[in-house]
């Protein structure tokens, strides 16, 4: 089982990105997925959630309405769509499968101008 996240990238404040992370080993139409992040300094913390169906989602505070977690289960791949980034946004992003503890890599995210 692995998931394997895209690159991150620098994005001035105000702009947009979009993260994917692409699994594999198992029924991922099954499977609740989750966008973590952690911060310089900072414990890892839930950014967004989906459910296995993509009917069902469920975010942090401090990202609704400027970040849209979804999913394509004909790709095995689901997404992070993160618009009106703010410094405070930079971070280390990891996409996260419950059922197994299984974590992707981890991807840079740089808020900055």
């Known amino acids: 089982v692995r998931l394997q996240e895209s690159e991150g990238g620098l994005v001035q404040p105000g702009g947009s990105l979009r993260l994917s992370c692409a699994a594999s080993?198992?029924?991922?139409?099954?499977?609740?997925m989750s966008w973590y992040r952690q911060a310089p300094e900072k414990e890892r913390a839930l950014v967004a959630s989906?459910?296995?169906?993509?009917?069902?989602?469920n975010y942090a505070d401090s990202v609704k309405g400027r970040f849209t977690i979804s999913r394509d289960n004909a790709k095995n791949t689901v997404y992070l769509q993160m618009d009106s980034l703010k410094p405070e946004d930079t971070a280390v992003y990891y996409c996260?499968?419950?059922?197994?503890?299984?974590w992707g890599q981890g991807t840079q995210v740089t808020v900055s101008s």
């Open positions: 996260y499968a419950l059922r197994f503890g299984l």
């Open positions: 080993g198992f029924t991922f139409s099954r499977e609740p």
């Open positions: 989906i459910n296995g169906y993509g009917s069902n989602t």
